[in-house]
């Protein structure tokens, strides 16, 4: 593994640790600041620091520090969690989440002077940060002292404000129990790392780990081993040097190992030089291995069992010690390059087709009912969903963002408003989940901005001064449908007929529902915004969030009562790989309409069918005048258009109902999409294709886009 | 006494292998090694090994190997790598 690719895994756990604070944060603004969500959010900024030290990012690295002193003098006890304390560490929290983008070089370096000195001024002197802190001033701060292997081993017995005790006290408890133990000996880590040969691979700098090392406390750091080989024989490219140091027995092993998280295959001892010692604390060489445990010491306190099989030797234990390796704690979980996922995801694809024509040449030959091609076509479906479901994720991974977005918009607009998430660990497909982050972000902009009403109106209008947001998720009816409720002024009908009447975006005189006139919005360049701010009000959101959403095969729908509010509702396919379709034949062709999309089919009865050109009708169904669309006449396709010989599926869309012509319906199935984009190039009207079982290529139709297809053939013929 | 070799600002892995050349074309030609070490901002493990080579090879062949000027990057880095000694002039 490069260091690149070590980097990568370092940015996924910052990550991770992101989303961990939020949800924390998240705990303490409902007051729910205990000691273990404190040490949680403790051990996430101490793990970030850690590995942007590891990887040079001094501006993470030093702002995580400041910001890890304040957090350690909250959990020791010495900071009491208030509202203040809060917004700092929030505000604080925004901060690192920008420098952890800048190392990403996603940004430029955040601005984080104010924060800095916010932290300052609730913490003491910014030096005050623990884990950087020589052994003698941290000695004489030792309740603030870092416990996370202690922590770690009481919370897993039982989770209590217990948890908290400095791992000081513990060793002086032993101390005292041990009369062989010396009273005024503060045990120290004695501590022998020997980067691998190869360590300068990729760009790799051992004496950056020694400097955070040294950061963290390290003493009498002196060159160790065999050393150099004679110049006329020293490869640049090669590490020779190892060394051996102090750290303070108040960091704990964890954290040691934590800074050696990152690397492959270097020599690590790591020898408390205290007797006796507690078990957890052992001497022990640990070869640290690439694919590390997770840096929780919750996780790497087990590590002490055995060597994953396959992995190397060893390096030789230190006497009285046992030899383990870092990386060999079971895991639960294993990372997997999204590459190889999608592969697995494709191939399972191609098996769902090859099933689906071996089904068929089966059936041509009369075995279409044995038990065997049964027991296949259920295994591959289940195979099928469980290869989906590994892509799946939680729909937290966007909902941790909200609060943020919510905070910034308080802060730009004067408003306060109260967030409820809902269905957080609602799943759906990873492609979904990072797609539907813009239009989600745009919807909740428009919320705060457009309808939430200011603190005075609010009152004057005899609400509460706090806007209540609820962003939720939830499965229905094998889609997820995402809403974006506030309970601000709602749409203003009146307001929004003039403005769309002043933009000819509709007549003066066009009869039109309320349903009609909310959806105006969608309307390209629509918007009522008195002035454009810098949060929306562009003209331009609306419609583009309406344009994404249909592009992931969603749906977009607006319900709002003037004076109460506005709910958004988002309805989304939960996977972008499979599609639940009717198989439809035109003229020669076959075409799959998404399930999602159809209403109900129907054949046209006598008269129901009105023509009003050569191909444009409507449809009466059961009172309801619906444009009919003929896919022939569209695509350009020779196909039946009498209506006996034609069925009418009636299908919903943004624009409200309408009617596809086809010849005939052959099948309802679940189909594997491939993406046309990617094979060939994007045709309107038409969102993918699939192979069927007997071979043949069938269009997956786009029905939005069929209809704005029919509508501009129509525009054009006018 | 030879002029002093300045080193460069960045020790880094890219600087080892012109360094090692260096080095090894002054102990071939038995001079006194005199770096200056004024300019260095950046100390990495690669250049480490090579100076550290140079001083345990001019010692064995009675070579003086001196850094003047240390930086305050080039102190600090080497004594926190256990190196402090490299600093201090080693006479033949």
Not at chain 1, 64 to 85: F, I, K, N, P
Not at chain 1, 413 to 422: A, S
Not at chain 2, 28 to 48: F, K, M, T, W, Y
């Amino acid at each position: 593994m490069d260091l690149d690719a070590i980097q990568q895994m370092f940015f996924q756990e910052s990550e991770e640790g992101l989303q961990a604070l939020e949800s924390c944060f998240a705990l303490c603004r409902e007051g729910a600041d205990d000691a273990e969500t404190i040490n949680t959010i403790f051990r996430a900024v101490h793990s970030i620091k850690g590995g942007a030290g590891a990887f040079g990012h001094e501006h993470l690295q030093d702002f995580a520090h400041h910001y890890e002193g304040v957090l350690d003098q909250l959990r020791s006890g010495t900071l009491t969690m208030t509202s203040a304390l809060l917004d700092v560490l929030l505000a604080a929290f925004d901060i690192l989440t920008d420098h952890v983008a800048a190392a990403r070089g996603e940004r430029s370096t955040p601005d984080d002077t104010a924060v800095l000195a916010a932290l300052a001024s609730v913490g003491g002197a910014l030096e005050t940060a623990p884990a950087a802190e020589p052994a003698a001033s941290v000695a004489a701060t030792v309740p603030a002292a870092p416990a996370d292997d202690f922590d770690a081993l009481l919370g897993l017995l039982e989770p209590s404000p217990a948890a908290s005790t400095p791992p000081d006290d513990f060793d002086a408890l032993l101390s005292l129990l041990d009369p062989a133990a010396k009273p005024d000996a503060a045990p120290h880590w004695q501590i022998k790392v020997r980067p691998s040969g190869d360590a300068f691979a990729n760009g790799g700098e051992p004496l950056l780990l020694l400097r955070e090392l040294t950061r963290m406390g390290a003493t009498n750091i002196a060159l160790d081993g065999p050393g150099l080989p004679p110049i006329e024989e020293l490869d640049v490219q090669r590490s020779y040097l190892g060394w051996s140091l102090e750290m303070p027995a108040e960091i704990s092993k964890a954290d040691i190992e934590a800074v050696f998280e990152f690397v492959d295959g270097w020599q690590l001892e790591i020898r408390h030089d205290g007797a006796p010692e507690p078990a957890e604390t052992a001497p022990e060489t640990v070869e640290v291995q690439a694919a590390p445990s997770h840096p929780s010491p919750a996780v790497s306190a087990p590590a002490s069992a055995s060597a994953p099989a396959g992995s190397k030797p060893a390096a030789a234990p230190a006497p009285g010690g046992d030899g383990v390796a870092l990386g060999a704690a079971a895991s639960a979980t294993i990372r997997v390059e999204l590459d190889k996922l999608d592969r697995l995801v494709n191939l399972v694809g191609e098996l769902v087709i090859t099933q689906a024509m071996l089904a068929q040449r089966l059936t041509e030959h009369g075995l279409g009912g044995s038990s065997e091609l049964t027991s296949l076509e259920n295994l591959t479906r289940e195979l099928q969903e469980s290869a989906m479901s590994i892509r799946a994720q939680p729909m937290k991974t966007v909902f941790n963002r909200v609060p943020r977005i919510i905070r910034e918009l308080e802060a730009d607009t004067g408003k306060r408003v109260r967030l409820q998430l809902d269905g957080e660990m609602t799943e759906v497909d990873k492609t979904v989940v990072e797609r539907i982050g813009e239009p989600l972000t745009h919807l909740i902009r428009n919320a705060v901005d457009h309808g939430i009403e200011g603190p005075e109106e609010r009152l004057a209008a005899g609400k509460s001064e706090d806007g209540m947001l609820r962003v939720g998720a939830e499965q229905r009816s094998g889609r997820i449908v995402i809403t974006v409720a506030d309970d601000g002024r709602g749409i203003d009908r009146a307001r929004v007929r003039a403005k769309a009447v002043e933009r000819g975006i509709v007549a003066p005189d066009a009869m039109l529902s309320d349903e009609e006139i909310d959806n105006l919005i969608f309307a390209p360049g629509f918007s009522t915004a008195e002035k454009v701010s810098n949060i929306s009000g562009r003209g331009v959101g609306m419609d583009v969030v309406r344009r994404n959403v249909q592009a992931l095969g969603g749906r977009i729908g607006v319900s709002s009562r003037f004076g109460s509010g506005a709910s958004f509702t988002l309805s989304l396919p939960l996977t972008l790989a499979v599609l639940d379709g009717m198989i439809v034949k035109v003229g020669e062709q076959t075409f799959v309409v998404p399930l999602g999309n159809i209403v109900e089919s129907l054949r046209a009865q006598p008269g129901q069918l009105s023509h009003l050109a050569d191909d444009a009708a409507i449809l009466d169904v059961r009172g309801m005048q619906l444009p009919v669309l003929q896919i022939g006449a569209l695509l350009g396709i020779p196909a039946q258009s009498d209506p006996d010989n034609t069925v009418m599926i009636v299908v919903e869309t943004d624009a409200g109902q309408a009617v596809i012509m086809v010849d005939s319906i052959e099948d309802q199935r679940q189909v594997v999409v491939k993406s046309l984009e990617a094979n060939y190039r994007a045709i309107p009207g038409v969102s993918g294709a699939t192979i069927l079982g007997d071979g043949r290529v069938a269009l997956i139709l786009d029905v939005e886009g069929v209809l704005t297809r029919a509508r501009r053939r129509q525009a054009i013929a006018a | 006494m030879p002029n002093p070799e300045q080193l460069p600002a960045a020790l880094n892995a890219a600087a080892a292998q012109p360094l090692l050349d260096l080095l090894k074309e002054r102990l071939a030609d038995n001079e006194p090694i005199i770096l200056d070490g004024s300019a260095v901002l950046q100390l990495g493990q690669a250049c480490l090994q090579v100076l550290l080579g140079a001083r345990a090879a001019a010692g064995s062949r009675e070579i003086a190997f001196t850094i003047n000027n240390p930086s305050e990057a080039l102190s600090t880095m080497a004594n926190m790598a256990g190196c402090g000694e490299l600093l201090v002039a080693g006479e033949a």
